[in-house]
Structures are given as structure tokens and as C-alpha cells.
């Protein structure tokens, strides 16, 4: 994770596989960290690693190696090891990197978080599950809220990611302008009972996709409208079934309406009446 400038606040999860912690005696937690001229910009000023621990007696403990401001220049591992006698961890409930409090005009980083069991920090290696990259899946968190010479800006992201394909979502806020993305293939809404998705209303599409066979474009597919008061500049539909029109002028081309009975057509400079065989029956206009 990387900050620059007056931090307030910027976090980020990390996974903690599971594990018997009845049986952790020792515990070391560690992470990279790389800074210059870091300056304090509140009352909690820190870049920290941690995480939340409940512990036998149920009590919380926050387990944590920490980088204090002010402080010249700083680029290595910070770590602190932690023992356990009477009390021992019943979970850990999530873990974080994290940047609270500071600023630098030079970047801010924090990275490659790691929890073990003894009392050594060791160099961060991926964790066996993480080696096969094409089965990886991660799960990733981002709260930040910084200081801007404008006010506050703040973003809060999800985003899991397996086999290399990304999906999220944000919420920024910044300078009076707010925004919230989505980030997949397919975003729709279903109903909040059942197992199935049931009856989409309507459904998103950023990529072409094949849906029974037949290819379908990117775009928005609405099952069911109901739009109670509706302005279009410009419309174009293939086919319409309009059960009362009401125009105050219309530019039509050529106007068509048959029945049983024959058929009757409007060219605009022209009108014709035929028989149901297309047989002329009347014609008036410029001839």
C-alpha cells in the first residue's frame, strides 16, 4: 500500500490463514516499510501492521509492529514478537496494514504483512496456499481518508480478484463531487429471497457475452419498464406497439394502415387506396 502527502487515514486488509492458535506460544508480526521525512499530522500518528485478537478470557488484544512519526528516513522490516503464557488466542478476527495520521511529501509505503509463529521475523515469502497463481483468490480493502488543500477527500474500495479477473466496488468523495463505480462483467440486481436470481429487472453488461448459444453485445437489458414521465431527443426502435398516440407534429415518411378491408398510404405528397388484391382503387396529390 502506498500513500503520499497528509494521510488521515488508509487501511488495508490482508488474509490470515487458519490455524490452531490454542497451541502459539510465540508470535511474530512484521511488515516492509519505506519512508522519508515522515511528519506527524494528528494525535495517533503511526504506520502500523495489526491485528484484532480475541483472546481466551474473550478480551481483545491488538497485536501490532508499529513505525512512530516524526522520523527522518526509515526502509527495512518493522516487527515485534509477542508471547503468550496464561492467556492464548481463541481468532483473529481481520488484520490490516495501515497508514494513520502522517505525511510526507515523498511516497508512504507499507508492505508484504506477515504473521508467524516463533519469535524471528523472517522475510516475507507468499504463503503455500498463494504459490499456484491460477487458483489464488484474494480479497482486498481499502479505507482512506486524506487531507487535500482543497478539504477531505475519502475512498472506501472492495475488490476480490482469482485467476487474474477483478471485480469491485468504490465510493469516492472529493471536493464536493461524490461517485460510486462498479467493476465486473455483469452487475444487475436480484431479489433478496430465494436461492436463484429470479427476475432481473434489468441487467448491465461491460463485455460481450454468449448467453444460449447467441452472442450478446455490451449493454444495459431491461426486462420490464414502467417509466412514469419520459423525455428522448432522439429515438430509434426497429418495433413499436403504441395502444394511443398523441403528437403535436410528427415528420413521417411514409405512413401505412390496412385492414380486412384494402389499405391506405400516405407519402406526404401523395395518398393511396387499395383493395385488399393491390388493386388501386383511388389515388390523389401530386401525380
Known sequence: MTARGAITWQAKSFS??????????????????????????GD??????????????????????????????????ISKTYNFTDLKIKNVEF???????????NDIVISKPKLEVGTIATDWTPAPEDVDSANQ?????????????????AQHTIKVQTGGIVSG?????SNGVSAFAVRADQFYIAPPTGTSKGVLPFTVQTMPRTVNGVSVPAGTYIDNACI??????????????????????????????????????YTGSKIELRDPQGRLLMEMGLL
Open 16 to 41: 490470515v490463514a487458519q490455524y490452531d492458535w490454542s497451541s502459539v506460544n510465540n508470535l511474530t508480526i512484521s511488515a516492509d516499510v519505506k519512508c522519508n521525512n515522515l511528519q506527524r499530522n
Open 44 to 77: 495517533l500518528y503511526r504506520i502500523t501492521v495489526e491485528i484484532k485478537a480475541i483472546m481466551s478470557n474473550d478480551a481483545v488484544w491488538w497485536i501490532h509492529a508499529t513505525l512512530n512519526a516524526p522520523i527522518a528516513s526509515y526502509s527495512g522490516r
Open 95 to 105: 488484520a490490516n496494514i495501515l497508514i494513520n495520521n502522517v505525511s510526507s511529501n
Open 137 to 153: 483468490a484474494a480479497l482486498e480493502q481499502i479505507s482512506q481518508v486524506k487531507a487535500t488543500a482543497d478539504g477531505l477527500s
Open 169 to 173: 466496488i468504490g465510493l469516492m468523495s
Open 228 to 265: 412514469a414521465n419520459g423525455s428522448i431527443d432522439i429515438a430509434k426502435i426497429n418495433k413499436a406497439s403504441i395502444q394511443s398516440l398523441s403528437a403535436l407534429s410528427a415528420n413521417i415518411g411514409t405512413l401505412t394502415t390496412s385492414d380486412s378491408r384494402g389499405t391506405f398510404t
